[in-house]
């Protein structure tokens, strides 16, 4: 355990100290003005108190970031618009949703693929090509279609996950399914198993590392993809909102702990699926 905290511990000081370094190289100019204007003195230290001190930093530093999460956090009742965690789970609602669809959907692709060889000619190609577009531009338009249909709210930003996450569990799926051993695969022939026999009892089990493996990615791009669905629907809720909020009013420490929030969730929800893999690949006797 020690061997493996002691890179991650140097790994993040150094990554603290490029970000102090940062912060000072970018606030320095505004800071520098701000002090002559006040007609106080400009030395070195001055200067470098004011640019890790500024309201409205370019770059603000680590504690002022993580002041603004604790004020958030602990300042506010979980269910106000003022703290993040009612953000943070506006935007988990969409994720996951967004998940589960993109689950089902990668799911139902993969195995048409594996089991028809047409598909596989003429569907495969399409998937890859969707994920070439990028997600910024086809937003605005998946939340102005269903917006037109009468579909608002959480809908618009779990079709925008399910876009994005469907693909790595195609692909994973695709991988996991055909991994099954063919000498298993030839006993179950000769007792005439059914297709759909040999999916449930051979393929689906040899697929489940590959699945975990695909949701792992699947997860942190669906919170991406419930935050890129925030910011065009205007919403006053979500780490979308948030950061939207943020850049309006130039509130660069309240965008910044948007961010953080939401790599936290990200690696969250990551963990929650590691666990579930340790559970269900643990009980199935896997490795």
Not at 168 to 193: C, E, H, Q
């Given at each position: 355990?020690?061997?493996?905290?002691?890179?991650?511990?140097?790994?993040?000081l150094l990554l603290l100290?490029a970000?102090?370094?940062?912060?000072?190289?970018?606030n320095?100019?505004?800071?520098v003005?701000?002090?002559?204007?006040?007609?106080?003195?400009?030395a070195?230290?001055?200067?470098l108190?004011?640019?890790?001190?500024?309201k409205r930093?370019?770059?603000?530093?680590?504690?002022?970031v993580?002041?603004?999460?604790?004020?958030?956090?602990?300042?506010?009742?979980?269910?106000?618009?003022?703290?993040?965690?009612?953000?943070?789970?506006?935007?988990?609602k969409?994720a996951?949703?967004g998940l589960a669809?993109g689950?089902v959907l990668?799911i139902?692709?993969?195995?048409?693929?594996v089991?028809?060889?047409?598909?596989?000619?003429s569907?495969?190609?399409?998937?890859i090509a969707?994920q070439?577009?990028?997600?910024?531009a086809?937003?605005?338009?998946i939340v102005v279609?269903?917006?037109?249909?009468?579909?608002?709210?959480?809908?618009?930003k779990?079709?925008?996950?399910?876009?994005?996450?469907?693909?790595p569990i195609?692909?994973?799926?695709?991988k996991?399914?055909?991994?099954?051993?063919p000498?298993w695969?030839d006993?179950?022939?000769?007792?005439?198993?059914?297709?759909?026999?040999?999916?449930?009892?051979?393929?689906?089990?040899a697929?489940?590392p590959?699945?975990?493996?695909?949701l792992?990615?699947?997860?942190?791009?669906?919170?991406?993809?419930?935050?890129?669905?925030?910011?065009?629907?205007?919403g006053q809720?979500g780490?979308?909102?948030?950061?939207?909020?943020?850049?309006?009013?130039?509130?660069?420490?309240?965008?910044w702990?948007?961010?953080i929030?939401?790599s936290l969730l990200s690696?969250?929800?990551?963990?929650?699926v590691r666990?579930?893999e340790?559970?269900?690949?643990?009980?199935?006797?896997?490795?």
């Amino acid at each position: 355990m020690t061997k493996r905290a002691l890179p991650v511990t140097v790994m993040t000081l150094l990554l603290l100290a490029a970000w102090y370094v940062g912060a000072a190289w970018l606030n320095w100019p505004q800071a520098v003005e701000t002090l002559a204007r006040a007609g106080k003195p400009t030395a070195f230290g001055d200067v470098l108190a004011q640019a890790y001190a500024m309201k409205r930093p370019i770059l603000p530093t680590p504690d002022q970031v993580v002041v603004e999460l604790w004020k958030s956090l602990t300042g506010y009742a979980p269910t106000s618009p003022r703290n993040l965690l009612f953000h943070t789970w506006v935007t988990t609602k969409a994720a996951l949703t967004g998940l589960a669809m993109g689950l089902v959907l990668g799911i139902l692709l993969a195995a048409g693929i594996v089991y028809t060889r047409t598909l596989e000619a003429s569907l495969l190609p399409w998937v890859i090509a969707s994920q070439t577009i990028p997600i910024l531009a086809i937003a605005p338009m998946i939340v102005v279609i269903l917006g037109n249909i009468g579909l608002t709210g959480l809908l618009p930003k779990a079709v925008i996950c399910m876009y994005l996450c469907f693909f790595p569990i195609t692909v994973g799926m695709v991988k996991g399914l055909r991994s099954a051993d063919p000498l298993w695969l030839d006993l179950m022939r000769t007792y005439s198993a059914s297709g759909m026999r040999a999916f449930w009892s051979l393929r689906l089990p040899a697929s489940m590392p590959f699945l975990f493996a695909s949701l792992k990615v699947s997860v942190a791009i669906s919170v991406v993809g419930a935050i890129v669905g925030e910011l065009p629907t205007g919403g006053q809720a979500g780490l979308g909102a948030r950061l939207l909020s943020g850049s309006y009013y130039g509130q660069t420490v309240q965008i910044w702990a948007a961010l953080i929030m939401a790599s936290l969730l990200s690696v969250a929800l990551i963990g929650v699926v590691r666990g579930l893999e340790l559970v269900l690949l643990g009980r199935a006797g896997a490795r």
